[in-house]
């Protein structure tokens, strides 16, 4: 026994260097082929151990014969003289595990990798090892337990890679498990295996994943479609070890969201892969059962994924979904799942979430008693349960052709999200103004606080358009400018309080604009767009903002309604409660909004050409969400981009197509000189005096408070101007920015024109 042990610990010594074995292939079956025991391993004693069966009337060849490496591990060499089956086959599972490893890694040895291949092979074919491995999965010892399923994904891998047919009893245990659940609890390795297995795939570098995952999914396409139905179909208070089926939900997710991720990134078509669509009010119905919060929080998490296309990220970095062609049953499927989301949250989803509860800790939710826990919310939970309702309702809306049916879904889904929002947010959103909801629930989260931001302008741009064909009449569009800021998705608001959260850092937007990992980009491109389209808008919401900026106990939005009122009538102020849309207060809170709309107090006059610039619109691509960026065409964009693109050839192809499209907003009147964003000496300052804020117009502010919003974020765009073109003038910007640079230049000249007018 202590002999054998030596010869198995001399082969894994060498196979982990990568070191290429001299012996018959056959010398090492004998050693890696695993004993098939009738007692637990756990308790066997070395002088319990059998042969190694399978081998038993073989030849069997004697340790000398294999060569020995002279170098043994200090903590080997303490070993115990006594080695027990249980050592023995953890580590012929090793063994095994790493000869595998080495093979589909590139830095080994091609000599070593052959002869690796050939003995894995003769494994496969000399003995029943798939069985061999499935009867350790449920064996008291948990560490046995483990290696034998972490062993057995990596060979059928290795069948996979190989072309090798997959043995018949691994598939019928596999069947025969799964369609018996939850009588047979051997279901949740097989769940485990099959993760692996996938995981392996997604890694593997080879160009033929597709067909690899094809030809796996194949024989378990029917049968995990029968383990859904029954897994979420269970009656979770009458069961009495939920252990198990937490067990189970939890490994099932997270197979679910592997097998998501291929049918987005590999273009695969099975039922497995769509089955989170095809029925997705199951997996919904889990956030409603009395589990424990972690459950609901990893299922909340896995559908906001998936309306983000983030499921599988981390293993798919090398492509994004943005640029994949269009899907159109890809978009079905999407739309199901938003639908289905919307109709949980109106049946009350969102109330069978325990906000108020142990916050998320990393390593468990349990402090010292020595430590304090600090108080408040799940954010994990606000931030998701936040991103479900937007998201979802940006998706419907795309394929929604009614303004009305749109206004009354927004109007009463981002009500009963405001108000589940209301008693976790301190200071109350009330005294801030709903549309300050995005700044405060992502603060924390700069991803997820910009796909709300984009998933929030989405609607916003989508209602606009709707809105110009359906209105006829100045009250509704006072009506309309209300409700964007009623229900917290005016898009020039949110963009304030971002900028107002940073401090007006322009090195933060930088960072966001280079970052990878986040939508940034698209977001600021778009709403650029928007802005030089609706700056009348932007600038007396800044005006607003100035004026009330010292009034804590004042709510922003509803304060600008009762700033317009007095004056042009010199009426009384609203009261907080009026900018929330009570009833009495209905026709007050349309006079702000229609004021806003229309600019009326100091609206700035623009040129007739930046006018005309201003009013060419064209509406986005049906896939708004899906672009990375949403440009209009561009007919002048190559012509415009030819200078930057032999200076920026080793930049990232994704960003340099996205910016180059957008170089139309803005049109081709505005001339390299123009571009420069190199600091002016003229002032930003408007030259009157009605302003809130009266400063030197030749000079800058030492204190950035003394001036106003529109000032600041002029200022902040002038900053990031000069960063991105230092940048890319050393060729150090990862994407060609020309387009971008554009745009900020041409609201820099809007402000311009706008404040000498004033």
């Given amino acids: 026994m202590n002999a054998f042990f030596d010869v198995l610990e001399q082969l894994y010594k060498k196979v982990l260097l990568g070191a290429t074995l001299e012996n018959e292939n056959h010398d090492y079956i004998f050693y890696l082929n695993p004993a098939s025991l009738d007692q637990d391993c756990s308790t066997t004693t070395s002088s319990e151990c059998p042969k190694p069966h399978g081998v038993q009337d073989k030849h069997q060849p004697s340790s000398a014969s294999l060569a020995t490496i002279s170098v043994v591990p200090v903590c080997l060499q303490k070993y115990s003289p006594k080695c027990s089956t249980r050592e023995i086959m953890l580590l012929q599972l090793t ?59 990596l060979l059928l891998y290795f069948q996979l890679r190989e072309k090798i047919t997959f043995s018949n009893s691994w598939i019928a245990f596999c069947q025969k498990n799964l369609s018996e659940y939850p009588e047979n609890e051997k279901a949740v390795y097989c769940l485990w295996t099959l993760t692996v297995i996938i995981k392996e795939i997604f890694k593997d570098t080879c160009s033929q994943k597709t067909e690899i995952l094809k030809q796996f999914l194949t024989p378990f396409d029917t049968i995990f479609e029968v383990f859904y139905n029954t897994l979420f179909s269970q009656h979770f208070e009458s069961c009495q070890d939920t252990s198990k089926i937490i067990n189970s939900l939890v490994c099932s997710l997270e197979l679910l969201e592997l097998l998501i991720a291929s049918r987005i990134h590999l273009k695969l078509y099975f039922t497995c892969q769509r089955i989170l669509f095809l029925k997705p009010s199951r997996v919904l119905n889990v956030i409603t059962w009395p589990v424990q919060a972690f459950v609901k929080r990893k299922f909340i998490i896995f559908i906001k994924k998936c309306l983000l296309w983030k499921v599988g990220e981390d293993l798919f970095r090398g492509s994004s979904p943005a640029l994949m062609p269009p899907d159109r049953h890809l978009d079905i499927d999407m739309l199901a799942l938003a639908e289905a989301v919307l109709q949980a949250v109106d049946l009350g989803l969102l109330r069978t979430l325990s906000v108020c509860g142990k916050p998320p800790c990393f390593g468990g939710d349990e402090v010292l008693p020595t430590c304090e826990r600090v108080p408040g919310p799940d954010h994990v939970i606000l931030r998701a349960a936040s991103l479900l309702i937007i998201k979802s309702l940006e998706i419907k809306f795309q394929s929604c052709a009614s303004a009305n049916e749109m206004k009354v879904d927004l109007q009463s889904f981002m009500s009963e999200l405001l108000t589940f929002l209301k008693p976790h947010l301190q200071p109350s959103l009330q005294s801030h103004g709903p549309c300050e ?57 949110i963009f304030l309080f971002l900028l107002k959260n940073i401090g007006f850092d322009s090195s933060v937007l930088l960072d966001f604009l280079i970052s990878s990992e986040t939508c940034f980009l698209e977001y600021f491109v778009r709403y650029l767009k928007l802005l030089q ?32 009122q007095d004056g042009n009538s010199n009426q009384t102020e609203l009261s907080p409660s009026t900018a929330l849309g009570s009833p009495r207060s209905a026709h007050a809170s349309v006079s702000w909004a229609s004021d806003i709309s229309s600019g009326c107090l100091s609206q700035p006059v623009m040129s007739k050409e930046t006018h005309a610039t201003l009013q060419a619109d064209s509406p986005p691509p049906r896939r708004a969400s899906r672009s990375l960026v949403d440009y209009d065409s561009s007919d002048d964009s190559e012509a415009e981009g030819t200078d930057q693109h032999s200076a920026n050839s080793k930049q990232t192809c994704l960003h340099q197509e996205v910016v180059t499209k957008s170089q139309d907003t803005v049109g081709a009147g505005v001339d390299k000189k123009q571009l420069s964003p190199e600091p002016q000496s003229r002032p930003l300052l408007p030259k009157q005096s009605n302003i809130p804020f009266s400063v030197d117009c030749d000079r800058v502010p030492d204190d950035v408070s003394e001036v106003g919003l529109s000032y600041r974020t002029l200022k902040c765009f002038e900053e990031l101007q000069g960063a991105i073109y230092r940048l890319q003038k050393k060729n150090l910007f990862p994407y060609n920015a020309t387009a971008l640079l554009k745009l900020l230049k041409h609201i820099e000249t809007i402000y311009n024109e706008s404040t000498n007018a004033l």
């Avoid at 948990?142 to 994904?153: D, E, G, I, Q, T």
């Fill in 437 to 493: 909801w995005i700044s405060r629930v992502f603060i924390e989260q700069d991803d997820d606080m910009l796909e709300a931001a984009r998933a929030s302008l989405g609607i916003y741009l989508k209602l606009t358009r709707q809105n110009k064909a359906s209105e006829s009449s100045t009250q509704e569009k006072e009506m309309w400018n209300h409700h964007t800021h009623e229900y917290g998705y005016n898009p020039h608001c």
């Fill in 95 to 153: 063994v095994i595990k790493v000869m595998i490893t080495r093979i589909l890694s590139v830095e080994t040895d091609f000599r070593a990798k052959e002869k690796y291949r050939d003995i894995i092979k003769i494994l496969l074919k000399s003995s029943d090892i798939d069985s061999k491995l499935t009867c350790m999965f449920q064996n008291s010892d948990k560490l046995l337990s483990h290696m034998a399923a972490k062993c057995l994904a």
């Fill in 533 to 564: 389209k609706d700056w009348a808008h932007f600038f007396t919401i800044c005006k607003y903002f100035d004026r009330t900026e010292s009034k804590d106990s004042i709510n922003i939005c509803g304060c600008v309604s009762s700033l317009v």
